[in-house]
């Protein structure tokens, strides 16, 4: 078979070369205990320490406002389950969030309705941005916890996040966001943005899977999830992931220092798909043009499934995604399309692919190729597309 076309790099990524060998030295001779008294443990303390200043410098954060985590989907739990809980404790059980949250979010918020919280979700909007005017509306007296995603996960679209923090911290309301898929991408600083909490996860940066961090603004008191011993200064108990935090750290820092040239190089591919795929008819962009990540593309096509235009590049080596990583194999629609206003059939018919600096333009050219043959292919056997070329169903896009 040929090479893999990998773009589906917001499910995850390729490790960096840089990553990888960080890592491996942990994996052969510094394998110690960051607990340990002996030396080879005070060296992976040493690793731990410059990790955490690696990391929190990527963010404009303090290096005691990280801790490491198992990834996203932990980081966020641990914010949201702590942050509500505080709340509670002050009789304030209500939480504003948005309706296209990651699923590692809002069915965490499942869970705490089911403790009686009430839980408010912001409406997007057809380029799939909250609006601040619903925000500011939105919150009570009652209100223990902010919690907006940085960048959306499937279309791409960054939210106003200067804006909701500085709205937050006026108010003296939490802010936690799920920035997983904005760091390592755009840039992120906690600081000029009134961020309270903030998430992050290796894998969706070229790092290894497994391992992420949460940001805890100084004075801001988080409750641990996992109890046992006293690391993460008594708020992430079990032994360290030396090798996975080091790791991380080290993708961390290149992709900060290569941004830019990253993004343009995105921008360049995304923009290319983008120009030569609106051109089968009746397809449409998802998201935002303008507040978007350099690397997200999202269309969708009218009277296809998705998840067969899928199957079918994946034939010719092609790993896209229909939107999330997590939704994949329900046959239930995206929800964020759902929430931009795409009715069930079209939001079905889905197309997601994000690209990352490994990928070549030639790549793109293929993908170009075989996109629109797969896709005329599909709507010859779609009971649908027959019944919109008689004129029997209405064209919605
Ligand atoms: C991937 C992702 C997560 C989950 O991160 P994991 O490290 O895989 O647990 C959470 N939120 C967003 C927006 C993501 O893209």
């Known amino acids: 078979m040929s090479k ?44 731990l320490t410059k990790a955490r200043e690696m990391v929190a410098k990527a963010i404009n954060a303090l290096p005691d406002e990280i801790y490491f985590t198992s990834g996203g989907s932990e980081s966020d739990n641990m914010a949201i389950l702590s942050t509500a809980h505080r709340g509670k404790a002050k009789g304030k059980m209500h939480i504003i969030t948005s309706s296209i949250e990651h699923h590692a979010v809002l069915h965490t918020l499942d869970r705490l309705k089911e403790e009686g919280f009430e839980v408010t979700y912001l ?31 499937e279309i791409g679209t960054i939210q106003p996040i200067e804006k909701i923090g500085k709205i937050c911290r006026d108010a003296g309301v939490p802010f936690f966001t799920d920035a997983v898929q904005a760091v390592g991408h755009i840039p992120v600083d906690v600081k000029v943005n009134n961020i309270d909490m ?22 801001v008191m988080v409750d641990p999830l996992i109890s046992g011993g006293t690391q993460e200064k008594n708020r992430r108990a079990g032994t360290e992931n030396v090798a996975g935090i080091y790791s991380m750290a080290v993708a961390l820092e290149d992709a900060v220092k290569n941004m830019e040239k990253n993004a343009k190089a995105e921008i360049k591919l995304r923009d290319y798909l983008i120009e030569n795929l609106s051109k089968i008819p009746h397809s449409k962009l998802n998201g935002n043009k303008e ?12 009277g296809i ?25 329900s046959l239930d629609p995206s929800h964020v399309l759902l929430a931009i206003g795409l009715p069930h059939e079209v939001a079905h018919g889905s197309l997601r692919i994000t690209v990352s600096p490994y990928n ?13 043959q797969i896709v005329e292919y599909l709507r010859k056997i779609s009971p649908i597309w027959d019944r919109l070329q008689k004129g029997e169903l209405k064209h919605v896009i």
């Open 4 to 47: 893999l076309i990998y773009v589906d790099n917001a499910g995850t990524t390729a490790m960096s070369k840089h990553a990888k060998s960080a890592m491996l030295k942990f994996l052969d001779k510094e394998y110690g205990n960051a607990s340990s008294l002996h030396s080879l443990g005070q060296r992976a303390k040493e690793y």
């Open 198 to 219: 903030l998430s992050l996860s290796g894998h969706k940066f070229h790092g290894p899977k497994g391992v992420g961090a949460l940001y805890v603004r100084r004075g």
């Open 123 to 153: 409406p997007v909007y057809k380029d799939g941005l909250i609006k601040i005017a619903d925000l500011k509306k939105a919150i009570t007296d009652k209100t223990c916890l902010v919690t907006i995603m940085y960048a959306n996960n």
């Open 305 to 329: 499934e998705g998840e067969s235009l899928l199957l079918l590049l994946d034939d010719y080596g092609i790993c896209a995604s229909s939107g999330s990583a997590c939704t994949s194999g």
């Open 360 to 372: 070549t333009m030639a790549e793109m050219q293929k993908i170009c190729k075989y996109v629109p």
């Open 291 to 302: 507040h978007r990540l350099p690397n997200n593309f999202n269309m969708c096509f009218e």
